[in-house]
């Protein structure tokens, strides 16, 4: 017995000497590893960055607007239920464990097993700190050592007032704002020494995932956090029943007069955060260098723009360029962030509507449609002050924005259809949808950088490449991304271009018409979003063969707020400032063809046909068309009474000729049972008849087509009449000479 229990005795020993040997070998592997990083005071007490951005010209950006709104604030100025609200959700042990909590590890582990994920973590405070200020976010065991053993110094030289301190000051909230002091500004408008309970509850639960519980973003869901929050400082004793019901009972409000802004450095770091997988203070901590296609002169125009908007609304406009796809400038000044989920109204009818039906071949630009009040199972959609045109075509519809021809449309294609085009241009239109997508509202929104990304793909003749404000990241000479031209299809040459003069039309006559007064084609189309407590949206999206633009206003509008109003100013002023001079026209494929179409007979009997050279220049129509996809068929209209033909017969021919120069005939002759036919321009003469009846009539050709048809005539040619000739005398019978003898 002694002897197995000293055996057992030496096996655990053994163990645990080859634990220790074990960690240790892992511990100086870790730190002579070149990525080690090492603990940095600086870093832990200001955002001290040490990131580099250049622009599309290789210079250094000095911008860092991302983080004016960065502010200190000492511990000891906040209430206790404030700092405590913090302790409770983030780490209940904080003032008891040594930087590692050994008791919420094992519960991790053991969750984590059972539920056969690795979603649960055990990060204290301490472990967040130095995982915000120094580390990246990537799952290794290398990166979790060097953040253990940075946690373990952070520990032996701070106290843990001074680590949560810093830890305050250093979390990120959401909407720009760094540490508690910044989040209060911005969300509650007050110093966050003046915090209520439930607005502590509020900042405390916000930094699980700030995009999801901000107040301003989602009420309900902020709500329900803030209510977990209060729960746990219930039951820790932070606060009494009496505080936590009349928390519960406050009402969330978030000041709507903060204004923040968005400089084309805040794009960049929110999509090198989601590419690299950090937080905004990692990435401003890593040492990489980031080179954007940042083009300083065309940033002026666009701030100089926006600033030039004095409204309180939250206004944002961004301009890149079709070659690379590279996002050159960008600004915006307001509480809301550009990169989240939103209602683009008629703005997004080209990419969700015309531009499929187009690819589809299901419409041209010049289809009929009828717009009259409709009820499509349910639903019935309305025009814009209740106004109905009746028999229109798809160009008027668009240049009108009329929303029932749109709904038909999209109604005839199919929803899957046009999700289907939704998601090849990147947008994350993930519920389920119904028609009321035709009129731009997305069930749970999309974001306004898709909606961009969709314009610039008609730009690119309908090659989609993803919009980025980087062209690559770079640590030391490595490249660790790389953006690329991926130029995969979602459009064809012809629908593209298509849309692209739908889309002209409406900035020469509809609403868009303010962009008109620029040097050169351009394109686009306008939304406005709202109800008639008021707007909250309001937009314009355009390109030219150049660059793509958007100029976006949002927030708690008035109804007189339009995207052909204001938006269309504000990019008016923009563009003349950032693109003066002349730019090359839409150049047309080879794929579309040019038409001529009878409008009368569009508008009055819902019919498209090519009009023929007889019409009044009034009654005709031009239109582009994918040669695919054009109509064959001519107007019969003013060819009947107008086109005919003289016949007249005269004893061995017949005399045709056509009152229209304008047209080829060809001709029918028919005799008894035997038609023949001849093709001839302006007369004809047939010698090839014989007495009897004939009837002529004859097709009219024109460009090669039968176009309509003359009426028949008949005529008959006269029998031939025996004649004979002064000289010619009667054949003389010599047996009857013998009467002169008689």
């Not at 977990?228 to 978030?254: C, F, H, R």
């Not at 944002?316 to 989240?340: M, P, Q, R």
Request: proline content about 3%.
């Amino acid at each position: 017995m002694k002897k197995a229990l000293k055996i057992i005795l030496i096996t655990l020993l053994s163990l645990s000497v080859l634990a220790v040997l074990s960690i240790t070998v892992a511990i100086a592997a870790v730190k002579s590893d070149p990525q080690y990083v090492n603990f940095d005071m600086a870093r832990l007490n200001a955002i001290n960055y040490t990131l580099n951005v250049t622009d599309y010209y290789g210079n250094s950006v000095d911008q860092a607007v991302y983080i004016d709104n960065y502010k200190q604030v000492s511990l000891n100025s906040l209430h206790d239920y404030t700092v405590m609200a913090f302790v409770n959700t983030e780490d209940k042990r904080f003032y008891s464990h040594d930087g590692l909590d050994y008791m919420r590890i094992g519960k991790a582990v053991l969750n984590n097993l059972t539920s056969h994920s690795f979603k649960e973590g055990a990060s204290t405070i301490s472990q967040q700190l130095i995982k915000n200020t120094h580390l990246d976010n990537k799952k290794t065991l290398r990166r979790k050592i060097n953040e253990i053993l940075l946690t373990g110094e952070l520990e032996s030289r701070f106290t843990k007032d001074k680590i949560l301190e810093m830890y305050l000051n250093t979390i990120y909230f959401g909407r720009n704002a760094y540490g508690i002091e910044s989040a209060s500004n911005v969300y509650f408008d007050k110093s966050a020494s003046e915090l209520t309970v439930s607005e502590s509850a509020i900042l405390a639960g916000m930094i699980k995932a700030p995009n999801n519980y901000a107040p301003d973003k989602n009420a309900e869901k902020c709500r329900q956090r803030r209510d977990v929050v209060l729960s746990l400082m219930k039951e820790y004793g932070t606060i009494d029943e009496q505080q936590y019901n009349e928390a519960l009972n406050e009402e969330i409000e978030t000041t709507s007069n903060y204004r923040l802004q968005q400089t084309y450095m805040y794009g960049v770091v929110e999509q090198a955060t989601k590419l690299l997988n950090m937080t905004p203070v990692q990435l401003l901590n890593s040492r990489l260098t980031i080179e954007t296609y940042y083009k300083p002169e065309i940033q002026q125009s666009v701030k100089k723009a926006v600033d030039g908007y004095t409204g309180n609304d939250n206004v944002s406009a961004l301009i890149s360029e079709n070659d690379h796809s590279g996002i050159v400038a960008f600004y915006g000044t307001g509480k809301d962030i550009y990169f989240t989920k939103r209602q683009a109204g008629s703005a997004l009818k080209p990419l969700a509507v015309y531009a499929p039906a187009l690819n589809e071949r299901k419409i041209t630009v010049a289809t009929p449609v009828v717009d009259e009040k409709t009820n499509f199972g349910g639903y019935t959609p309305k025009n814009f002050n209740d106004k109905y045109y009746g028999t229109t075509n798809v160009q008027q519809s668009v240049v009108k924005s009329l929303n029932v021809p749109a709904v038909k449309i999209l109604n005839s294609i199919g929803i899957q259809t046009a999700e289907k085009y939704l998601h090849k241009l990147g947008m994350s239109v993930d519920e389920e949808q119904n028609l009321s997508l035709a009129l731009g509202n997305v069930t749970g929104g999309t974001m306004p950088i898709e909606v961009i990304q969709g314009y610039s793909t008609l730009a690119r003749q309908g090659l989609k490449s993803n919009l980025s404000f980087i062209k690559c990241i770079r640590n030391a000479d490595t490249v660790i991304y790389s953006h690329k031209n991926e130029n995969t299809e979602v459009f064809s040459k012809a629908s593209s271009f298509l849309t692209t003069d739908l889309l002209k039309n409406v900035v020469r006559q509809g609403t868009a018409k303010k962009l008109s007064v620029l040097p050169y084609e351009i394109c686009a189309k306008t939304g406005t979003v709202g109800d008639k407590e008021g707007n909250t949206n309001a937009l314009v999206c355009g390109y030219t063969s150049k660059f793509t633009f958007n100029v976006w206003l949002s927030g708690q509008l008035d109804n007189s707020v339009t995207g052909g109003g204001i938006p269309c100013e504000i990019a008016v002023n923009m563009l003349k400032d950032a693109y003066p001079e002349k730019i090359s026209d839409f150049a047309i494929p080879d794929c579309v063809v040019k038409a001529d179409i009878d409008s009368k007979l569009l508008y009055e009997k819902g019919e498209l046909k090519l009009a023929n050279p007889l019409l009044k220049e009034k009654d005709v129509a031009t239109y582009y068309f994918d040669a695919k996809n054009c109509p064959e068929e001519y107007s019969m209209r003013n060819l009947e009474e107008q086109v005919e033909l003289t016949v007249t017969a005269e004893e061995g021919k017949v005399t045709i000729e056509a009152n229209q120069q304008q047209f080829r005939y060809r001709l029918y002759k028919t005799h008894k049972t035997n038609t023949t036919t001849v093709e001839f321009e302006r007369e004809y003469i047939d010698t090839n008849v014989t007495e009897g009846e004939y009837t002529y009539y004859a097709e009219i050709l024109f460009n090669g087509n039968a176009i309509g048809k003359t009426r028949k005539y008949t005529v008959t040619i006269p029998h031939k009449e025996e004649t004979h000739p002064l000289w010619e005398f009667p054949e003389f019978d010599f047996t009857k000479l013998w009467y002169l003898w008689d």
